[in-house]
């Protein structure tokens, strides 16, 4: 059996000779793509009007950069469209194509008001393998919101493979390239409680595994005050892992004895109006602040260090001038654990 040959973008959407240098780098560093993806890429070549084009049915991206785009545009009044875009003829829509791959170019070429696009006709391309185009093109070109790599992957495991198969999550994973756990993550995000997945789509930088850890959290209260310390960036990834497995830890240790002190407590605050803001458990709130104290005294720890080494080098005045700062910290903290300062703690 001859061996499969890998595709690469360059044999997909091939540029015409005498590629810039910065044009050549871009497109070595596009990884292959297996020739499994998409099967027998039979097309033919021609220039399509670019108001007989429409948008892929199962374009995963649902927003474009208004600034890149029209960035591409000016590029594109200038030197042409020197790649071509890739489309299939419009099952539902004579006398129209629907695009396979290039939209961001097909966008950009009508801000740039070109009349036609060059572009490669799929001689034989269903919905499955449309969809697949989609997002490997927006996998390798440009990052997808999480949420969008979320409900792409979700589809294509409705999806069957070119052999008929469905797919599963690890041979899913294996067709991107990516270890399962990244496609589960993702996946997760799709089952998390709305609260959590409004946060990933204010700030898609957040962490897939926050968002994840963030909907496993069953106490609404917990779970929102939790949410407000990661949108306020007071928590990081690891402190998020270390105060769920603190609290956990806690929770089995203490299971018996936690079902007697629930239920005091509730006889106690029985028809105590809600808090407006939501109120973490105690457990919770423990391990928060204990994490940030964590945090704060490396940070402390750290700042005696760079003192007692820079000591020895100082003169008297210098010397005298962090012995000042020292003192006012030492009466800061005095005055917090008298209950004196701003939050202090009393003793009473």
């Known amino acids: 059996m001859a061996k499969k040959k890998d595709l690469s973008l360059d044999d997909l959407f091939p540029l015409t000779e005498g590629r810039t240098a910065t044009e050549r780098a871009i497109a070595s560093a596009f990884p292959p793509v297996e020739e499994a993806v998409f099967g027998d890429l039979g097309y033919r070549y021609s220039q399509i009007a670019s108001d007989q084009i429409i948008p892929n049915p199962f374009q995963p991206r649902r927003r474009f950069d208004r600034q890149k785009l029209q960035e591409l545009a000016d590029s594109l009044r200038i030197d042409g469209m020197l790649e071509p875009i890739l489309v299939r003829v419009s099952p539902t829509q004579p006398g129209m194509y629907e695009l396979a791959a290039g939209e961001r170019r097909w966008r950009a070429a009508r801000l740039a008001d070109l009349p036609t ?3 490669k006709i799929l001689d034989h391309c269903p919905d499955s393998k449309m969809r697949r185009i989609a997002l490997l093109e927006n996998l390798q070109r440009e990052d997808l919101a999480p949420l969008e790599l979320a409900e792409t992957y979700q589809a294509l495991l409705q999806e069957t493979d070119e052999e008929g198969q469905k797919y599963t999550i690890r041979s899913l ?5 990516k270890d399962r756990g990244h496609v ?3 996946l997760a995000l799709l089952r998390v409680p709305p609260d959590a997945r409004a946060l990933i789509e204010e700030d898609p930088d957040i962490p897939v595994r926050i968002i994840r850890e963030l909907g496993n959290i069953s106490d609404e209260n917990d779970r929102a005050y939790l949410i407000n310390e990661v949108r306020e960036r007071n928590l990081k990834t690891a402190d998020l892992l270390a105060i769920l497995q603190q609290v956990r830890t806690k929770e089995r ?17 029985a028809g105590v109006p809600a808090s407006a803001s939501a109120q973490p458990s105690p457990a919770l709130a423990r391990a928060v602040l204990e994490q940030k104290l964590k945090r704060y005294h490396t940070g402390v720890a750290k700042t ?4 007692a080494k820079d000591l020895a080098t100082m003169n ?3 010397r005298t001038l962090v012995r000042q700062y020292a003192m006012t910290w030492i009466t800061e903290l005095q005055r917090l654990l008298e209950g004196d300062g701003p939050g202090g703690v009393s003793n009473s």
């Open 184 to 186: 589960d993550d993702h």
């Open 304 to 307: 005696v260090s760079y003192l």
């Open 117 to 119: 696009c060059p572009a």
């Open 253 to 269: 240790a203490n299971k018996a004895r936690a079902s007697k002190v629930l239920e005091q407590s509730e006889e106690t605050e």
């Open 173 to 177: 994973a294996a067709l991107l390239h």
């Open 316 to 318: 008297n005045e210098q």
